[in-house]
């Protein structure tokens, strides 16, 4: 049994100069070189697919300042971990230098009081934080600590940064060096590893691990396809999945493509997908690109997403295709995301209008002096359960947000609102 590390940790860079990728990061006059280079660094989230160098850029950051490294993963830290690194943090700096950096894996699984833990001790300077996450930080980090934190995207590796780590391997590793390796094709290589570094060496690991140490080691499509036996999908979960897979597969039910919908579920569910992940996406779809359309979609979605709770996989995949393609074959509409977002920014636009008076609340006798609730008509002591009177600010009267779009459903909609409002 050898006892040399695996190949991926044989092979990470330990500085700058041996770091693959990511060159709109780190590359000449970058932003982060620059930075390491000032000797100044800032708190910083760190977003990208696995395998494209989070954790080792951290690291080499710390070695290039000479910090103090503290290194936590979400998966297995708590509260009480966060703390005592901080304490650990504070212990370790002296008068004026420089704070210590603590580099949080996976930091879009910390818990809000998690997250709040690490607040004051940002904010104090006691540390500089580095964290790392798959996910997109704006929904998963808490808002203040994201003010305090700039978030640089990694990208997944080009294929040519993947032929310039096959290059470094053959030349420079211990193991692999002493090895004949014959590269006739690297389609295969390339469309398993999906431009994660660490899952293209350790494909290449295993490709060289199946032949014999006085045989030349033959790289070519249906080699590593047989060695995998498995679906480039399943390979590459974390990276393309939550990417451009994900991405299709809502483009696809916008736009009204059963077929492909089903296809690219089909690729998450052999990918072995989270089926919670793909059912709140199609709940979002739901509401946003079928909309008022279809209001039944958004309840469907729900019953589904309640149901996968309960059933997972691979059951799951009935429930999620019969909502995929429900929602495919649906009218879209989005304007009750068109409204929201108009409405958004009128508030942003006009600031706090006030409330008109007879719309506020008047449960005191002060406030009904004031005539708060004065001259408010109750719809439903009218015929039909409407009348006209005015719900905007004054300066937005007759305002119109939510504009009926061109499908069967809104058109009742339209025609109902048309009736009651008559010219509004």
């Not at 950051?61 to 703390?83: N, Q, W």
């Not at 942003?348 to 005191?364: F, M, Q």
């Amino acid at each position: 049994m050898s006892s040399f590390p695996p190949l991926a940790e044989r092979m990470r860079p330990r500085s700058l100069d041996d770091y693959i990728g990511q060159k709109h990061l780190v590359g000449e006059n970058a932003v982060l070189r620059k930075m390491l280079e000032s000797g100044r660094l800032s708190s910083i989230i760190l977003w990208g697919p696995p395998g494209v160098g989070k954790t080792t850029l951290a690291k080499i950051m710390a070695v290039r300042l000479e910090r103090p490294f503290y290194i936590l993963s979400a998966v297995s830290s708590g509260v009480k971990d966060v703390r005592e690194a901080i304490e650990k943090a504070r212990n370790s700096r002296f008068f004026n230098s420089a704070s210590a950096i603590l580099f949080i894996d996976e930091i879009h699984r910390f818990s809000k009081s998690q997250q709040d833990s690490l607040l004051g001790a940002v904010e104090e300077g006691v540390l500089t934080l580095i964290g790392a996450t798959t996910e997109n930080p704006s929904f998963e980090v808490i808002s203040p600590l994201l003010s305090r934190c700039q978030v640089y995207v990694l990208k997944p590796l080009e294929n040519s940064d993947l032929m310039e780590l096959y290059q470094k391997v053959v030349k420079e590793d211990v193991l692999v060096s002493k090895r004949e390796l014959i590269l006739e094709e690297d389609e295969a290589l390339f469309r398993f590893a999906g431009g994660d570094a660490r899952k293209f060496l350790n494909i290449l690991e295993l490709l060289v691990n199946a032949y014999p140490d006085d045989e030349p080691v033959v790289i070519n499509n249906t080699n590593i396809t047989e060695l995998l036996q498995q679906n480039p999908a399943q390979y590459d979960k974390n990276g393309e999945m939550h990417y451009d897979i994900i991405s299709a597969f809502i483009k696809s039910i916008r736009g009204s493509d059963p077929d492909a919908t089903v296809y690219w579920l089909a690729r998450m569910v052999e990918g072995g997908e989270d089926p919670k992940f793909i059912a709140r996406r199609l709940l979002i779809s739901a509401a946003e690109d079928v909309g008022l359309a279809n209001p039944n979609a958004l309840l469907l979605a729900t019953s589904a997403f309640q149901a996968i709770q309960m059933v997972g996989w691979p059951e799951g995949r009935i429930i999620l295709s019969e909502v995929a393609i429900y929602l495919a074959t649906s009218p879209k509409s989005n304007s009750a995301y068109m409204a929201i977002n108009e409405a958004q920014g009128l508030v942003r636009d006009t600031g706090n209008l006030p409330v008109p008076l007879h719309l506020r609340n008047s449960p005191t006798k002060l406030m009904k002096d004031l005539d708060y609730g004065k001259e408010y008509k109750y719809a439903h002591d009218y015929p039909g359960n409407f009348v006209q009177q005015d719900y905007m600010p004054e300066k937005l009267k007759n305002k119109t947000l939510w504009k009926a779009q061109d499908n069967q459903q809104e058109a009742k909609l339209r025609e109902r609102m048309e009736q009651l409002w008559k010219k509004k």
